[in-house]
């Protein structure tokens, strides 16, 4: 398996969507313990959908291109439908596996992201949400 | 004379063994060590033949397996030079025993106000406890700080610290990070005219070198079995007897106690206070022919070995491109123990490790459990870590040199 095909290289080495969002709707912060992945998700909502995106922070390749990928994705989706996405749907995205060690970097950005969505709703994180 | 590198390695099983489909090369010793056929025997002979449980049983196999435990306990007080198995202590690990230290003996003797000095170079192992003892007693942590290499410890900085009167100082012997070998000798010497106690983290040490608590004069010192050749889950506090006697034990239940009456009771002796409950029997048996092995190669040989390993290391890196060495370099060896952080710039440690897997190569990436030192001193989210022990050879160091290559390709760095 190629972790390390072109595509994570080439987010990693330009990612779309980076940067901060002056008065966003919400916005969540993820850091991780271990690896030290650091990275905050930033959304503008209109009438129940992603109108802006954008991410900002340091990680390693993975966390890097899928943040990147995932931000190109949800842009003009409705929460409703970013609310469902699970590992799976990350995993797809990015189209590559990490493997069990490493699937955490792969899904941070989904966690900030849905962590920021909930927040906007004034709701709690469910438990899908709290153990990506 | 050099030590037979391949002799030693049919030792080890798993040194045959593959990790994607590629000959397993492990460099990851300082996390844990791998164990040779000697150890694991051991402790399926313990399973095996003799299983009983030990101080209790009046007959053949308990009587073995009693003096197999305690057999075990001599081999490492002989080995660090203590005085005897007295002051000896199993604990898990080097984390428990520094744990046992702080609980015990900090609890009694550390008081509002008084201070703990530690550096900036240690292992949570050794920072955490003291936070802990620290803000239950109202005491205050010093930290000595790194020099402006930010490899070894400034000795300025320690003297500073000493005027300040801390009840103890608590150091590493060998950093996990950057490899820096403390001149505890000197430290010891240092803060026992300044009238602390010492302790001294061997977890680094005790695997790679020659460690005689009586020369540095340490009045405890901590290592882990699983670091050199032996199994999990076996620890060693080792401290003075007289400061052993005078500290209450942590845990009560069986085996630490020598008469019980409902309401009260006397301590057991030394070292089986600080043993309540049945031990990690097989585990501490399977110690002893750990620390036979390394008598037998010997730990000056050892020593050396991964001094000639770790300069060949330091010089293949030193001439590559956008790759960061941290530590000393390698006109200080003597100084340096077999341990090699390092860093590709613009690319994350954990990928670096990822890559390296995929040769069959392990290595550690993170904060390796010193995150003040690496976040904060080093200014690194995470490093790649390297590091080496006697069944390494240079061959394996070529193939971590291929591995950064192949990063450097991927992540297109020159
Ligand atoms: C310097 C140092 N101290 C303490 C420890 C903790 O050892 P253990 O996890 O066996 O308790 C380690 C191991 O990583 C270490 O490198």
Redesign the interface.
């Known amino acids: 398996m190629d972790?390390?095909a072109e595509e994570i290289?080439s987010h990693?080495?330009h990612p779309h969507n980076k940067g901060k969002i002056e008065n966003a709707s919400a916005s969540m912060h993820e850091h991780n313990m271990?690896?030290?992945?650091?990275i905050t998700v930033y959304v503008k909502i209109k009438g129940n959908k992603v109108d802006d995106i954008k991410f900002d922070g340091?990680?390693?390749?993975?966390s890097t291109a899928s943040a990147s990928m995932l931000t190109d994705f949800a842009k003009g989706k409705s929460i409703s439908e970013l609310e469902k996405m699970g590992v799976s749907d990350m995993i797809g995205l990015i189209g590559v596996d990490p493997g069990p060690a490493?699937l955490h970097?792969a899904t941070i950005s989904l966690k900030a992201l849905k962590e920021a969505l909930f927040m906007y709703a004034h709701k709690e994180p469910d438990a899908k949400t709290r153990s990506l | 004379m050099g030590i037979d590198v391949k002799r030693i390695r049919r030792d080890f099983p798993i040194l045959s063994a593959r990790m994607n489909g590629k000959p397993l090369v492990y460099l990851d010793n300082a996390a844990t060590s791998q164990k040779p056929r000697q150890v694991i025997e051991a402790i399926y002979k313990y399973y095996t033949q003799y299983n009983a449980n030990i101080h209790r049983g009046i007959y053949a196999i308990a009587e073995k397996a009693t003096q197999a435990y305690t057999d075990s306990k001599a081999k490492v007080a002989k080995h660090i030079n203590a005085s005897s198995i007295e002051e000896i202590v199993y604990t898990r690990n080097t984390t428990e025993a520094i744990n046992l230290a702080a609980l015990t003996w900090g609890e009694a003797n550390i008081k509002k106000g008084d201070r703990i000095l530690i550096s900036e170079m240690e292992h949570h192992s050794n920072m955490v406890p003291w936070q802990l003892l620290s803000m239950k007693k109202g005491a205050k942590l010093d930290y000595i700080k790194l020099d402006s290499s930010n490899s070894e410890l400034d000795m300025q900085s320690l003297g500073e610290q000493l005027e300040k009167k801390p009840k103890l100082v608590a150091i590493t012997h060998v950093s996990n990070v950057l490899g820096t070998i403390n001149d505890v000798k000197e430290i010891a010497k240092m803060a026992h005219k300044h009238g602390a106690k010492v302790l001294v983290d061997g977890a680094q040490s005790a695997p790679h070198m020659k460690v005689d608590v009586k020369d540095i004069d340490a009045d405890f010192f901590a290592l882990s079995a699983h670091k050199m050749l032996g199994p999990t889950g076996i620890g060693v506090l080792y401290a003075k007897r007289d400061i052993l006697e005078h500290m209450e034990p942590l845990i009560g239940g069986g085996d630490m106690i020598s008469t019980v009456d409902f309401y009260s009771c006397t301590w057991n002796s030394l070292p089986w206070k600080f043993e309540a409950g049945t031990s990690n029997i097989a585990d501490a048996i399977g110690f002893g022919p750990a620390i036979d092995y390394l008598d037998r190669v010997g730990m000056g040989s050892i020593r050396q070995h991964e001094e000639k390993l770790t300069k060949y290391a330091l010089e293949s890196l030193e001439d590559m491109k956008n790759v960061k060495v941290f530590g000393l370099g390698k006109e200080n060896l003597k100084k340096r123990g077999a341990v090699i952080s390092f860093g590709i710039k613009g690319?994350?440690?954990?990928?670096i490790a990822?890559?390296f897997d995929?040769e069959g190569i392990a290595i550690r990436?993170?904060?390796h459990c010193a995150m003040p030192l690496v976040?904060q001193r080093l200014g690194e989210?995470?490093l790649a870590r390297m590091s080496f022990y006697l069944y390494n050879e240079e061959k394996e160091v070529d193939k971590a040199v291929q591995a950064i290559e192949k990063v450097k390709k991927?992540?297109?760095i020159d």
């Open positions: 972790m390390y290289i990693y080495e271990v690896c030290g992945d650091d340091s990680g390693c390749a993975i490493r970097c | 690319v994350h440690a954990h990928d990822q890559v995929s990436a993170g904060h976040t989210s995470a991927i992540f297109r």
